[in-house]
């Protein structure tokens, strides 16, 4: 994916990770961006732990957020030492506020502390500085990187490619977003009152709405209408005086607002294990919604577990899963019997998307998950003769077609195309904005 024409700020001080500077730099250099490297004032060269240098192209006060699209806060002892500059932490703040991308690794999670941006956040770190994060506000996770918003955090060397993948992919979209005038907010607080907001498909709660209304907010609900279903769900069940167990992803946006629905009645239960262990007040009146973006695969095992324990158990009359979801994945697995390699075209911060990659993988194929064409490694095509492309829910029907064409570039003439299920599932526009279409003419 390609950053030309993006800047991007990579902070330093003396005591800094290495890896943790040095590869996000050039990784970012190769994307196309124009990266800086900005000091807290106090030198010219700062030192590694193990005494690198790195020379700055300017110092903290002498830059502002607006002049780029992302920070980027290495690791090591040296957010130690960074937020003690008033400038540099202010630079982080604002870069927040405006919406930039802001990525931080290892121990640069002082540095949100200490810019007052993890409130409400979910984000991970160095576990010895987890205590730190979370009471700044943060909800903490251990994962090799935590995508929230324009916030993006990892926990240790290791986790680098992980973590420079979804600067590259944040950076493109969310920059590409706010180009066409979004302004990105994770609560309404920072919403001037008044002002149009739209809510994501994932959903939103209840208690949302009401802080939009009593804001004024002009609201755009593009809520997917399967997950409005599952939230119907919740406040029926809850209206029968019933326990409603929850399959899904603690801390997954979609389960966020569907818990804010009945958040005395509904129980998260995300894995087989958590299945056998829960415990309810009244057993026989106990009912079940899932997470939309999970497979039929993906919840199997938990629901049957819970049929098993729960004979009495009240389920949909349909299913809550996503068809797109569950198609893509049947369709991983047909492209499995005749394709040699698999790419899935999507983010590493989706689950969907790398569900289908794990697909892929359980049924013998290698597949690799990538953002755009521009991440395919010459030595993966390198002895597969038929090569299967597919592609995450929500990616865009560009990449697909853009990566289609790079192999008829390099020579490929036979292309097709599997269709396991014929999607025939059309969602309309939010209202809001149906009233807003311009009218065809006779």
């Known amino acids: 994916m390609s950053l030309k024409g993006k800047r991007v700020a990579v902070l330093a001080e003396n005591l800094y990770q290495e890896m943790e500077l040095w590869v996000p730099y050039y990784r970012l250099k190769e994307a196309g961006a124009a990266v800086k490297v900005i000091g807290t004032g106090t030198a010219k060269t700062y030192t590694s732990k193990h005494g690198y240098p790195v020379t700055v192209d300017a110092a903290a006060d002498e830059v502002k957020a607006k002049d780029f699209d992302a920070v980027v806060i290495p690791g090591g002892y040296?957010?130690?030492?960074?937020?003690?500059?008033?400038a540099m932490v202010g630079l982080v703040r604002e870069a927040y506020q405006q919406g930039k991308v802001v990525a931080a690794i290892c121990h640069a999670g002082w540095m949100l502390c200490s810019a007052g941006v993890l409130k409400g956040k979910t984000a991970t770190c160095f576990h010895a500085i987890k205590d730190d994060m979370v009471h700044a506000g943060a909800r903490y996770v251990d994962e090799e990187v935590v995508v929230d918003g324009n916030l993006i955090t990892s926990r240790k060397p290791d986790d680098l490619p992980a973590f420079c993948r979804e600067i590259v992919h944040n950076a493109h979209v969310v920059q590409e977003l706010r180009q066409q005038g979004a302004i990105f907010v994770e609560e309404l607080h920072e919403v001037p009152e008044g002002a149009t907001v739209i809510f994501s498909a994932h959903g939103v709660s209840p208690e949302v709405f009401a802080q939009a209304e009593a804001k004024r907010l002009r609201v755009i609900d593009a809520t997917c209408p399967l997950v409005t279903k599952v939230h119907n769900e919740a406040v029926r069940y809850a209206r029968e005086g019933r326990t409603i167990f929850l399959i899904g992803h603690d801390g997954h946006d979609e389960v966020i607002g569907t818990r804010g629905e009945a958040p005395d009645r509904i129980v998260l239960?995300?894995?087989?294990?958590?299945?056998?262990?829960v415990e309810v007040p009244d057993p026989e009146h106990v009912a079940v919604i899932t997470q939309t973006t999970l497979s039929v695969d993906d919840t199997r095992g938990v629901l049957e577990g819970l049929k098993r324990r729960f004979p009495r158990l009240k389920m949909p009359h349909k299913d809550d899963i996503c068809y797109a979801t569950q198609n893509r994945q049947t369709a991983v697995k047909a492209l499995a019997r005749v394709a040699e390699l698999i790419?899935?075209?999507?983010?590493?911060?989706?689950?969907?998307?790398?569900?289908?990659?794990?697909?892929?993988?359980?049924?013998?194929?290698?597949?690799?998950?990538?953002?755009?064409?521009?991440e395919i490694q010459p030595t993966w095509l390198q002895g597969p003769k038929v090569v299967g492309i597919t592609s995450g829910a929500s990616a865009p029907e560009h990449l697909v077609q853009a990566l289609v064409g790079f192999f008829r570039a390099h020579g490929v003439e036979t292309v097709e195309e599997?269709?396991?299920?014929?999607?025939?599932v059309r969602f309309a526009l939010p209202s809001e904005l149906m009233a807003v279409q311009p009218r065809a003419t006779a």
């Open 269 to 277: 239960v995300g894995s087989e294990a958590e299945a056998e262990a």
């Open 418 to 424: 599997i269709e396991v299920v014929e999607e025939d």
């Open 78 to 86: 040296a957010p130690d030492l960074m937020r003690r500059s008033t």
């Open 343 to 374: 790419l899935v075209i999507g983010s590493d911060n989706s689950s969907n998307s790398t569900r289908l990659r794990e697909v892929a993988e359980a049924c013998g194929r290698p597949a690799y998950l990538i953002d755009d064409v521009t």
